[in-house]
């Protein structure tokens, strides 16, 4: 049985950094792209990043180019998303997810197979 989970959301002052991780099971950690989403109250689902197997290859919405960072560490099955200069407009539910999609990690949804539960992120003003 496959399992994303996330953690590390919270409430934060605009401008502020929060670090997101997700962890995985019951999958080969190492053979997958793995993504992150958002989605905030009442909006569709959203695309923010995601990094290739190798790390050799990370796509960015261009919402947040330059303020996150997605890295992985395949031995601790962990992808981490690290957000900084936060404002209101990241509040938002953060989800990861796999695609067994090689190449360009793909920015749409469709393509990513299993999915976390999501953790809550907060930006106060």
């Known amino acids: 049985q496959v399992q994303l989970v996330e953690s590390g959301g919270g409430l934060v002052q605009a401008g502020g950094s929060l670090r997101l991780s997700c962890t995985a099971s019951g999958l080969t950690f190492s053979a997958f792209t793995l993504g992150w989403f958002r989605q905030a109250a009442g909006q569709q689902r959203q695309f923010v990043g995601a990094i290739s197997w190798s790390s050799g290859s990370i796509t960015y919405a261009d919402s947040v180019k330059g303020r996150f960072t997605i890295s992985r560490d395949n031995a601790k099955n962990t992808v981490y998303l690290q957000m900084d200069k936060l404002n209101s407009e990241d509040t938002a539910v953060y989800l990861c997810?796999?695609?067994?999609?090689?190449?360009?990690?793909?920015?749409?949804?469709?393509?990513?197979?299993?999915w976390g539960q999501g953790t809550q992120v907060t930006v106060s003003s």
């Open positions: 997810a796999a695609s067994p999609y090689g190449g360009a990690p793909p920015s749409n949804l469709a393509r990513y197979g299993y």
